[in-house]
Each structure stands twice: as structure tokens, then as C-alpha cells.
């Protein structure tokens, strides 16, 4: 309760009295089909619909996120926004044992507060959409994997009652997809279907609408004014963003030791997007400064080799 109340006064908007919605029922067959129901991420990375909602909503780069720091990261300051360091919701896929605990203890973390969690939203005192910064929360939610509908977000009676399923059903998460490597010891989660996110088709207004629109063209990143890392992808002008990448060079200050482009028509190897996406085998770092996205979630495995296809057939426009 610490937490929250620490949390609720910095961002100044805690109410003044009253009580909180309970969070009351059980995990019945309506609830437990409403929370096992499969969503897309911007990144195209299958999660539950609960475990989405909580990610793009409380977590991924800000709040209650560990990348998220409290003014001490330049690309990102003041991007906790009085969150107690420590009071998490990163719930990414795992891809070591170290990650797998994180997912753990965070989903763990949820699970102890859930009362908490679900009447700060329904109350509409988090996510605090009053703070700077927060339109992206609006652009980071995804689709349902089933039928390709928009996720709901947590200010709508649909995007709650996902929540409210999800919490009552006990925070199930998705560690992997079932392309991923099992890790060894026990799962934090579940492995989901490899297939059921994805890219349709290898062209470049398919990774734009399917990948960059909701993942890099966004405020705050490579769609604000003025965009992060001289790069601008404009949400509504394709042939600008496909030119800042295809035959462009690198011109952001972490990446001009030796000439670098984007995007090399061909080869999917030298082109620094690339790099940039599948990291360099370290938590987050990659070819000359952060991978990307900033912060995670990271894109899915198969939707990297969808831009590696698309930049081997000549990246055409």
C-alpha cells in the first residue's frame, strides 16, 4: 500500500478519500476464456490480453518499468514519473534465466497487489493520462490475435474487464512462443503459439502498418518533433520514412565512429536497422548505443527475420 500511495501523491492524483472498487468474483469459464485470450503487441509478440494491457500500459519504457529511470538517463529522463525504483510490471518474454526471473517476480508482484491494481484503474488515477508523455500509452496497446481487433486500454469498461479476468485468474503470462528456445529450470509462464502474431506480407507498407507505426513512429521516439536519433518515421508519410532508411547513413551522435547505413538494400547483415533490432547479446545494448525499441519490449523473433526477408529481396518500396 506504500507504494501506491507514494506513487498516487507524486503524480498528484490522489483522490481525496473514499474507497477503492474491490476486485470480487472468481476465475468462472467466462472469466478464464476472456483471460487466456491471445493479443498482439505493436512488436507482434503474442501475450495474453491482461499481460499486454499492464506492459503497454504501465510498464515498457516508463513508470513501472526497470528501464525506466528517475531523470538519471538522458535518452529517457524523468521517465519513472515518481514510481518507487523497484515497484516493476515488466513482463516481457524471457529470454535468459535472469529475465525469467524478473517475469516472475513481477507477475508475483501483480498477483500480491492485485486489489490494488485494479481499483487505482477503475477509479482512473493510473495510468495518470494527465502527465506528460502519456498520449504513447495509447499507441503501445495491440491487437487480438483471433480476430485482428484493437486491444481495448485500460480507460474503457472492455479494456477493464480484461483486467479484471486477468487478475482474478491469477496474472497468467507468456514467457516465450514456441519458436523460442525453453529455458532450463521451471517456466514462469507459458510458451504461445509462434504463428499466431505476425507480419502478412515482406513489403514495407506491411512492416510499416504491422510494426514501425506502433512500435518507432510514435511521440517520444522516431515519430515526435523532433524525432530521437535524427531518424523520422512520419505517421502519415511512407516515402519519407522509407527514405530515412533505405541508403541512408547513420547520423546519430553514438553511431558515427565508422560509416554505418541503415538500411543496405540486400544485406540484411550490414544494414545497422538490423543490428539495431537484434541487439548484441548484452541486455540492451547494440551496434553503436541501445537497442531498439528503446527500453523493450523487443520485437519477436519472427518479426526481425520479417525485416531481414523484406532487406534480402532489395527492400523495395
Known amino acids: 500500500m506504500r507504494k501506491w500511495v507514494f506513487g498516487l501523491v507524486v503524480a498528484g492524483v490522489l483522490g481525496a478519500g473514499g474507497c477503492e472498487p474491490e476486485l470480487q468474483g472468481t476465475c468462472d469459464d467466462a472469466a478464464r476464456a476472456l483471460a487466456m485470450r491471445v493479443a498482439c503487441t505493436p512488436e507482434q509478440v503474442p501475450q495474453y490480453a491482461g499481460q499486454a494491457l499492464i506492459n503497454g500500459s504501465c510498464a515498457g519504457a516508463f513508470c513501472h518499468s526497470s528501464a525506466a529511470k528517475n531523470g538519471s538517463d538522458p535518452e529517457n529522463p524523468d521517465s519513472r514519473r ?139 521516439c522516431h515519430g515526435g518533433t523532433p524525432p530521437t536519433g535524427m531518424m523520422a518515421f512520419p505517421p502519415d508519410d511512407l516515402d519519407a520514412a522509407y527514405a530515412s532508411l533505405v541508403g541512408t547513413g547513420a547520423m546519430g551522435a553514438a553511431c558515427t565512429d565508422a560509416p554505418r547505413t541503415r538500411v543496405v538494400a540486400g544485406d540484411p547483415d550490414a544494414s545497422l536497422l538490423i543490428q539495431k533490432l537484434e541487439g548484441d547479446g548484452t541486455p540492451d545494448g547494440a551496434a553503436c548505443g541501445s537497442r531498439m525499441p528503446l527500453g523493450g519490449p523487443y520485437l519477436a523473433p519472427s518479426v526481425i527475420e520479417a525485416f531481414r526477408a523484406w532487406i534480402a529481396d532489395g527492400a523495395q518500396r
Do not use: K
Request: with cysteine.
Open 82 to 220: 515518481g514510481v518507487p525504483a523497484g515497484f516493476d510490471f515488466d513482463l516481457e518474454h524471457a529470454r535468459t534465466p535472469a529475465e525469467r526471473e524478473r517475469l516472475r517476480a513481477h507477475r508475483e508482484e501483480i498477483v500480491d497487489e492485485r486489489g490494488q491494481i485494479y481499483g487505482v484503474v477503475v477509479e482512473g488515477e493510473m495510468p495518470p493520462r494527465d502527465l506528460p508523455g502519456f498520449d504513447r500509452v495509447r499507441e503501445l496497446q495491440g491487437t487480438f490475435a483471433d480476430d485482428g481487433s484493437e486491444l481495448p486500454t485500460l480507460d474503457t469498461a472492455e479494456g477493464r474487464a480484461i483486467l479484471r479476468a486477468w487478475l482474478l485468474c491469477g496474472a497468467p503470462v507468456a514467457e516465450r512462443t514456441t519458436a523460442d528456445p525453453a529455458l532450463p529450470g521451471a517456466p514462469a509462464g507459458d510458451a504461445l503459439d509462434a504463428t499466431a502474431c505476425g507480419v502478412s506480407a515482406n513489403t514495407f507498407d506491411a512492416l510499416y502498418d504491422g510494426v514501425i507505426r506502433g512500435s518507432c513512429a510514435v511521440d517520444g
